[in-house]
Each structure stands twice: as C-alpha cells, then as structure tokens.
C-alpha cells in the first residue's frame, strides 16, 4: 500500500510538473506574441506618421500655390464665418467725432453711417447703424433732435 501511495504521488508530481512547464511555455509563447504585436502596432504609427507628414507638405505646397493664384489662403478661419475682423486705425467713436466736426446742423444716423464709412472705417458688418447708434452714446455727442447727432462743444 505504502508503494501504491508513493506510485500516486510520484505520477501526480510529475503530472503537476508538466502542467508548470506547460504553463510556462505558454506564457513565453504569449509573450513572444504580445511583442510582435507592439512591433507591428509601432511600424504601422511610423507609416502613418510619414504619410502625415507628406499629405502636411503636400497641403502647404497646394495653399502656397492657392495663395498665389488667387490671393486667398485655405487656412482656417477662427473669427467666424464671414472672414477676420477688420482692423482700423481709430476707433469708432473717433471717426465719427471728426466726420461730425464742422457739421453744425448735425447729421442722422444714416447719414453718419455713409460719412463714416466714406471716411475709411472698414466694417463686415450687415447692419452697421446699430454700431453707429451705441458709439453716439459713448462719445462726446449730443441729440439735437430725433436722430439728429452733434459733436459737443
């Protein structure tokens, strides 16, 4: 009885043996396979990266060429949807103040809008009486009458 014992130990050890060194080569086998995997994973990021930079040159070379052609770049825009603001030397309240000087009688709204515009002031907007009509609240004017707008003295 004694030797059928040690008969089943030994042949459950040895079964316990093989079934580590199994496990063990398994997980050489996976981990063999997991770094052919990062290897592939890391060659594919390479190619992407050169075919980024090739289209990146090839977008500039066409927006240079775009940009002689036409005078416009395809660059986006980040100031909205009509285009950059447009930059002006005075301020509004400025240009209306020296539109104003001399004009005794005043001018409306409208009027002003015309003068100011004529004047220079660069502007993208639809509807620019409104801008007019806040400016004449800000600045050194006075109402003479219903919508009629005059330089303080």
């Keep these: 009885m004694a030797k059928d014992t040690l008969k089943v130990a030994t ?60 005078g416009k770049s395809s660059k986006r825009r980040t100031t909205g949807r009509r285009g950059p603001r447009p930059k002006n030397s005075k301020p509004l309240v400025d240009v209306i103040v020296s539109v104003l000087k001399g004009k005794k009688k005043g001018m409306s709204v409208k009027d002003l809008c015309a003068a100011v515009i004529a004047a220079g002031y660069n502007t993208s907007s639809d509807n620019f009486s409104p801008m007019v009509s806040q400016a004449l609240k800000k600045g050194p004017f006075k109402k003479l009458s219903r919508g009629i707008y005059a330089v303080e003295k």
């Design 11 to 70: 042949a459950t050890t040895t079964a316990i043996e093989q079934a580590e060194a199994e496990a063990q080569a398994n997980r050489e086998k996976l981990e063999k396979l997991k770094q052919a995997r990062i290897q592939e994973i890391n060659q594919t990021l390479a190619q992407c990266d050169e075919e980024e930079k090739k289209i990146a040159s090839t977008r500039k070379a066409l927006d240079a060429e775009l940009t002689a052609l036409t």
